[in-house]
């Protein structure tokens, strides 16, 4: 898929293009109405996603059997991906992985910086750019928050732009996750996404999942929010000022157990200690923002307990062979919401769908 770079006076300088709202800066990250990178969960509206969905859906069924399996993996089967993945992943790297594979993408990888140029003293920049010779999407998780921003930034600038996902950026975005725990949501509540409560539990701070999550929820009706963190780990103010913007009801607690009851899911993150620069972690009592058993008696029947994993203590294991926890399901379709959103950008969708 080639695509003309767009050269306007904004997109010139990286700086002034970064300090940008993001609203101002989509046309840049887009093709006609489609996501050509994807780097935050505001690219997604409700259109969009809902196609996702139903793609993702068509896709677990054709590839059920091996004729609709042969009929998938000959949709991209020209093309060539590259996955950057230079920050710990399971996952996110394995879902994307086999994402590519199940639509017959080719795939190559770095996982660390040690086996790349960098360490001769190549810029990451330059490295980056290196991948775009060979290939025809990279997929990337960067520790640096506005990296993959920038690498597609640079990318659509060049003669050979290709498409950027983002598969997690610093503590700032973590969009294709947003999508597969809307995807979760979407399932579980049989498409009716409108009018439901959302407890997100954890280190709200440092947690990108959630930051995106939230952007997400922007796009149904009548949704409430319910923030359960230590005081020291509280949602950022940038979201919390998104939520007003748009009207959408938040509280923030200490007490897990309030706001428990109305959950139509409950969403549990780790401790995010790699992001410590004083040890900040270890002086917070994290046992009040567990999921216990005892906790299933207290949530309603259809409540869906959710985690982005890794999982540390924050839910009990034996809490894993009650019907509402739906977090192994959550993580396999990680697989085909990245699959959709693949197809998605390809334009190929359509096909699959039809
Ligand atoms: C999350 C991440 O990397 O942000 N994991 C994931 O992608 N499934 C959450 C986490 O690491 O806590």
Request: with cysteine.
């Amino acid at each position: 898929m080639e695509r003309t770079p767009v050269m306007t006076s904004i997109n010139a300088n990286w700086e002034e293009f970064y300090s940008k709202e993001i609203s101002e800066k989509l046309p840049f990250f887009a093709k006609e109405d489609r996501l050509y990178d994807c780097l935050f969960a505001q690219q997604f509206d409700r259109e969009i996603l809902t196609g996702l969905f139903k793609t993702a859906d068509a896709l677990r069924t054709l590839t059920q059997h091996k004729e609709g399996m042969d009929f998938i993996s000959n949709l991209l089967s020209d093309k060539r991906a590259m996955l950057y993945f230079v920050q710990p992943s399971t996952r996110t790297f394995l879902s994307f992985l086999n994402a590519c594979h199940i639509m017959g993408i080719k795939t190559s990888e770095i996982r660390d910086t040690s086996t790349s140029s960098e360490v001769k003293g190549e810029s990451a920049e330059d490295t980056v750019r290196t991948f775009s010779s060979y290939v025809d999407m990279i997929i990337m998780r960067h520790p640096t928050p506005g990296f993959v921003e920038k690498t597609a930034w640079l990318m659509n600038r060049t003669n050979r732009p290709v498409p950027i996902i983002n598969g997690g950026s610093g503590k700032d975005q973590h969009p294709t996750q947003a999508l597969l725990d809307t995807y979760t949501l979407y399932r579980s509540f049989n498409g009716e996404m409108d009018n439901k409560t959302i407890v997100m539990v954890g280190d709200l701070k440092r947690g990108r999942t959630v930051r995106s999550l939230t952007y997400l929820m922007k796009n149904y009706k009548n949704i409430k929010l319910a923030f359960v963190s230590p005081g020291q780990f509280r949602m950022e103010p940038d979201i919390l000022e998104f939520l007003k913007r748009h009207n959408m009801p938040y509280v923030e607690t200490e007490d897990f157990s309030s706001v428990m009851k109305e959950a139509d899911a409950i969403y549990m993150t780790r401790i995010q200690d790699e992001h410590d620069k004083a040890g900040e972690s270890g002086k917070v009592d994290y046992s009040p923002f567990y999921f216990r058993r005892e906790h299933l008696k207290l949530i309603k029947k259809t409540c869906v307990i959710m985690h982005p994993l890794p999982r540390r203590h924050e839910i009990e294991v034996s809490v894993d062979e009650d019907p509402r926890a739906v977090f192994w399901r959550q993580e396999r379709n990680g697989m085909w919401a990245r699959a959709a959103l693949i197809s998605h950008i390809f334009g190929v969708d359509s096909k699959i769908k039809h």
